[in-house]
């Protein structure tokens, strides 16, 4: 047996741990609840907490918590230990049924976009029993949904949740149509693939745009960045290898399927992507394996940075989200076959996310928005703003014989001919693969590309699963009592397709003929997270969230608040960090060394006329004006930020930090990026972008 086949799990309260631990009937009891959900009762949750607690104490673990995700972004977790007093000073190690299945954590400081008032702190827990306990720095972590006093999600995992039996409802009623009676579950599988940038911890100690905000503020061009494409899928440097093998095994041992990793474009960016899982696992472990790259990272004296830019001039960091829709009876609904021209239910089910896609294009870019995804989409390693699926040219075809009426000439596949007689031919895909399409068919599944590598899985997913639901159920509400099934079928099938084709993009996303083309088709290019977030009030979202219910009004309204806050903080926090380098390190610096300069002409000077000072003088003359405007822009930018304090509306705020604030941003940063360049290197106060983007030897 391998090493990896010895750990992998090691550290899960899975389903073989389950098996062997508990008793038969409690074991079958528990897998009804994960399968079909189930609601558990109190007794069996009472064995399988005390199965639970001796597991981990046998593991070393001596706390547990329930491990929620709020809408901060990241996860949390409150710690209480297994001990409990028995009178004689002495103490047992305990943990009960009840505080398996529920917590009360202090929710008085989560964000929750005025569900709840500040003195209103108590928050409930509850156990998401089909995602397994682990334990993490020996804590006993229950993986748990986490909701208000009065019921509200405050988290994201509850509407993930709610949105995935959505789908799985919804998909039944198709499948029985279908006359799939064997189906009894239908699944949305997930596998996202995490980019992030690795650097030496010294040199990331000495910026504090890093430390504050994740990405640098300033900073000039290096005279080498991804031009020569020599770091993409390159041979992996040693230190970088020894930190992925290391996080590799704390991955293995947490259960998550880590299968693949290699360099990324950009110098110091690197990839990781997993085996696929169910939705709600998969977004868990996305969780976990952001908290692991930055944990192990540190133990290798180094910082990953999963901001979705961090260096301005190079690729950013994205998620791409590889989403399908499985029975459980194996059956991968997006699996075209041999023959997707006479596959009906694979057609239906594509035309529910074609559809989907075009009507709720709006919520698909809201769930990418974030003032750090701002700064990667639509640039060179990033689909652009606007939302358009690539299906390739046989199904586009397919469709299209579908919408003209017209028979489907089917095409053998061609053998990809390498020009190297000893090399095997072997079929060649039908479509090639689009990487400027925002959300894009690679076979069985679509990938959808937009996300950035610092957001959680969940938003997006939620959108996904929902949209399709509410077309699968618009489908099966068509179809149900058809006088004839396959002629209802068929027309369903053609009037959805010529509806929503203009969704459908096989070129490229980054040529600006398609952002024209695009406006033309009607099709929204909502560039920032300004633009595109009061789209999620929009009736036609509330009332499909409502329909499903994802999120009552009430939550809606509160994640709209939340993200408009988080927005405005973020860009605001930017800022702050800009006037602090500014007016105590960049300004200062400049001013100090054309002192030297001036200096060294006067010194130059008293030693002989004929000596010349014109780099000197030439320095300190452009050194002195750049320093002068930039002090000007520091003024303006600080007039800025003072200027959010008179606006209250939400929508407004965020127009407002976008329009003014960050504007003043950038302004400042041309000047002082253009400083950088003639300022001596030994006397510039941060490390540059070459040191930063070639720190790991």
């Known amino acids: 047996m391998s090493k990896v086949s010895e750990i992998f799990g090691e550290n899960v309260f899975g389903d073989s741990v389950m098996k062997e631990r508990l008793p ?103 156990w998401d029993p089909s995602s397994y306990a ?25 509407p993930l949740l709610r949105s995935m039996e959505a789908i799985n409802k919804q998909a039944l009623r198709v499948l029985k149509l279908f006359g799939n009676d064997d189906v009894t579950a239908v699944r949305t599988t997930v596998g996202p693939e995490q980019e992030y940038f690795l650097i030496d911890k010294d040199v990331y100690d000495q910026r504090k745009d890093l430390i504050y905000t994740g990405r640098t503020l300033f900073g000039a061009k290096p005279p080498k960045g991804q031009e020569l494409e020599d770091h993409y899928f390159g041979s992996i440097k040693p230190r970088v290898q020894a930190f992925m093998k290391d996080l590799n095994e704390e991955l293995w041992k947490l259960g998550i399927l880590a299968k693949t990793e290699h360099n990324e474009v950009a110098p110091a960016q690197h990839e990781l992507a997993p085996v696929f899982s169910t939705t709600n696992i998969a977004a868990d472990h996305n969780q976990l394996t952001m908290e692991m790259m930055q944990k192990v990272a540190g133990k290798h004296h180094m910082v990953c940075l999963l901001h979705e830019k961090p260096f301005a001039g190079v690729n950013g960091s994205g998620k791409h989200n590889n989403w399908s829709i499985s029975t459980d009876t194996g059956m991968n609904l997006l699996e075209p076959g041999e023959t997707p021209y006479e596959n009906a239910q694979f057609l239906l089910f594509l035309c529910a996310v074609i559809k989907g896609v075009d009507e709720y294009q709006d919520l698909l870019r809201i769930s990418v928005a974030s003032a750090g995804n701002d700064h990667r989409l639509g640039a060179n390693e990033a689909p652009p703003a606007v939302v358009s699926i690539y299906l390739g040219s046989e199904l586009t075809e397919i469709l299209e014989s579908i919408e003209n009426g017209t028979a489907y000439d089917a095409k053998e596949k061609d053998l990809l001919k390498i020009g190297v007689h000893m090399m095997p031919r072997f079929p060649k895909d039908t479509t090639d693969r689009n990487r400027t399409s925002p959300f894009a068919f690679t076979g069985n599944k679509f990938e959808f590309r937009m996300l ?42 053609k ?37 595109c977030l009061p789209y999620v009030l929009h009736e036609k979202n509330v009332k499909l969230y409502t329909d499903h219910k994802i999120y009552t009004k009430t939550e809606i309204q509160a994640r709209y608040e939340v993200s408009c806050e988080n927005y405005c903080k973020v860009i605001r926090i930017e800022a702050l960090t800009m006037l602090d380098m500014a007016k105590k390190d960049i300004l200062p610096t400049v001013s100090k060394f054309t002192g030297e300069l001036t200096e060294a002409a006067l010194a130059k000077a008293s030693l002989s006329d004929s000596l010349d000072c014109s780099y000197e003088k030439e320095l300190v003359e452009k050194l002195s004006r750049l320093n002068a405007t930039a002090y000007q822009k520091v003024k303006a930018l600080e007039e800025a930020v003072l200027g959010a304090d008179d606006i209250v509306e939400s929508s407004a705020l965020c127009r407002y930090y976008k329009d003014s604030v960050f504007a003043a941003m950038s302004e400042l940063r041309i000047v002082v990026d253009e400083m950088e360049t003639l300022t001596a290197a030994s006397s510039w106060p941060y490390p540059s972008y070459g040191k930063l983007l070639f720190s790991i030897k």
């Not at 990241?74 to 299945?101: Q, R």
């Not at 397709?497 to 024209?516: C, T």
């Open 24 to 126: 038969k009937e409690t074991y079958r009891q528990l897998q009804r609840t994960i399968k079909n959900g189930r609601r558990l009762d109190s007794a069996v949750a009472a064995v399988v907490a005390n199965a639970m607690k001796d597991w981990a104490i046998e593991k070393g673990a001596t706390h547990f918590t329930h491990w929620f995700q709020p809408l901060t972004g990241v996860t949390a977790e409150k710690h209480d230990s297994f001990i409990s007093p028995c009178g004689d000073g002495k103490i047992i190690m305990e943990f009960s049924g009840k505080e398996l299945i529920q917590g009360e954590p202090d929710a008085s400081s989560f964000p929750s976009g005025g569900l709840r008032a500040t003195f209103e702190a108590r928050g409930y827990t509850a």
């Open 134 to 158: 682990f334990i993490k720095d020996n804590v006993l972590c229950i993986p748990t949904a986490f909701c208000s006093y009065s019921g509200e999600a405050l988290d994201r995992k509850t």
């Open 452 to 493: 950035g590598s610092a957001q959680a899985v969940s938003c997006a997913n939620v959108v996904l699963n929902t949209v399709v639901a509410e077309e699968l159920k618009q489908f099966a509400d068509a179809l149900d009592g058809a006088p004839d099934f396959d002629t209802a079928l068929h027309d369903l099938i």
């Open 495 to 531: 009037k959805t397709i010529a509806d929503h084709k203009r969704i459908i993009f096989n070129g490229n996303g980054y040529d600006e003929a398609w952002l024209v083309e695009a406006k033309k088709r009607g099709l929204l290019n909502l560039t920032s997270t300004p633009d």
